[in-house]
């Protein structure tokens, strides 16, 4: 039970330990504690409510961590470098990687009909299409007779 992160929250401290993400208020005999282990958790994010300018403002964040079911615990007003070292911890527990599974050329936007189209912006899928498209012009399209008997 080592504490790895311990940060001031909207509902007391965001506690990161090593076997588990707590959120705990202990304050004037009250006791009240949400956890979840990692074995439970799927997942964190950050959300920057006001960015971190310097000399004036450390920014505020809302980390969400989720968990299985409608499970998640929810800390906001935490500083921006503390809920992105607290993602950073919790992303390290769970083993998750970051992996880029294809590459897009542009940013994708959201179209209400096409929706975002990423079948054609995927690079993979776009070098078979383009490969596939083009015809090579040495090799005679099969048909009963030959296009040279065909002019004639």
């Known amino acids: 039970m080592n504490v790895l992160l311990k940060t001031r929250c909207n509902k007391g401290h965001l506690i990161v330990y090593d076997d588990r993400v707590s959120v705990e208020l202990h304050s004037l005999g009250i006791h009240n504690e ?23 403002s450390k920014g505020l964040a809302t980390l969400t961590v989720f968990a299985l079911g409608d499970q998640k615990i929810v800390a906001s007003l935490i500083t921006v470098k503390d809920a992105k070292k ?15 599974l294809m590459y897009f050329e542009n940013n994708l936007r959201y179209d209400y009909k096409l929706g975002f189209g990423t079948g054609d912006l995927g690079y ?25 008997k065909k002019i004639m």
């Open 86 to 100: 607290a993602k950073e911890l919790i992303d390290e527990r769970l083993g998750k990687k970051t992996i880029l």
């Open 124 to 148: 993979p899928i776009r070098l078979i299409n383009d490969i596939g498209a083009s015809k090579n012009a040495l090799v005679e399209m099969s048909s009963n007779e030959l296009e040279s």
């Open 34 to 56: 949400n956890s979840l282990p990692y074995s439970q958790v799927t997942g964190c994010d950050v959300k920057t409510n006001y960015a971190e300018v310097p000399f004036l």
